[in-house]
């Protein structure tokens, strides 16, 4: 069945710098994708989103990269804030005629250090 | 425009016992999803339902149920609560045909 699964459960990055959380996905049908960043006691909030037509897609110090020949997604945070500190999750999901859904991955922590 | 909104926020029960959730969508949205998340198991998707008809529904025994109104609002219901029952409920809307959904904080339920 389909998965999405993450590489590092836990990822601690010096505030200021670069980080870069990895999702690797099983269904080669899927053809969006999503990121969300929770912070505790909250609900997933969007990130950035892209669909299986594009490789790269940036927002505000956000980038999501997609590489469909290793099914492998990845969100990249420039300049990493305090703020940043939550659980990113990736999700996916395929068109299937008005019956689509996100599959959600199991997350990655992320521990920005002051 | 005001988010998703769920209550109760908190909500304590006993085994055996029956529960009822509810959620808001935004304005507009008449897609709503609904996902139990637990330490470790991630975001589990239960069903969604969109304009008073479910369309979708996940992996879960039928003690979880749902239904939603009229005016796109939707409640879900589990019944005979069990210990692993305990979660974080969450709620989500989205538009029509936009996979991209919004999140309402959660309902977090304690199953003693």
């Known amino acids: 069945g389909e998965s999405v699964g993450l590489h590092l459960p836990t990822l601690s990055v010096q505030e200021g710098d670069n980080s870069i959380i990895n999702c690797a996905y099983s269904?080669?049908?899927?053809?969006?994708f999503i990121w969300y960043k929770q912070e505790s006691g909250k609900g997933p909030q969007f990130i950035i989103d892209?669909?299986?037509?594009?490789d790269k897609r940036q927002g505000q110090r956000v980038t999501v990269l997609l590489n469909k020949t290793v099914k492998h997604l990845s969100l990249q945070i420039a300049a990493t804030q305090p703020g940043d500190s939550a659980v990113y999750f990736c999700a996916e999901s395929f068109s299937n005629f008005g019956n689509e859904k996100l599959t959600f991955g199991t997350g990655t922590r992320l521990t920005i250090i002051p | 425009k005001a988010g998703v909104t769920q209550t109760p926020r908190y909500l304590i029960k006993t085994r055996g016992q029956q529960v009822t959730l509810s959620c808001s969508p935004i304005s507009g949205h008449r897609s709503v999803s609904w996902y139990q998340q637990t330490p470790g198991q991630g975001l589990q998707f239960l069903f969604e339902y969109f304009s008073e008809t479910q369309r979708n529904k996940g992996n879960f025994p039928g003690r979880f149920s749902g239904r939603q109104f009229s005016n796109s609002r939707s409640e879900m219901n589990v019944s005979t609560l069990e210990l692993g029952d305990s979660a974080l409920y969450l709620c989500?809307?989205?538009?029509?045909?936009?996979?991209?959904?919004?999140f309402g904080s959660g309902t977090q339920l304690s199953v003693l």
């Open positions: 989500a809307s989205s538009r029509d045909s936009d996979e991209k959904l919004f």
């Open positions: 892209i669909r299986s037509n594009m």
């Open positions: 269904n080669s049908a899927s053809d969006y």
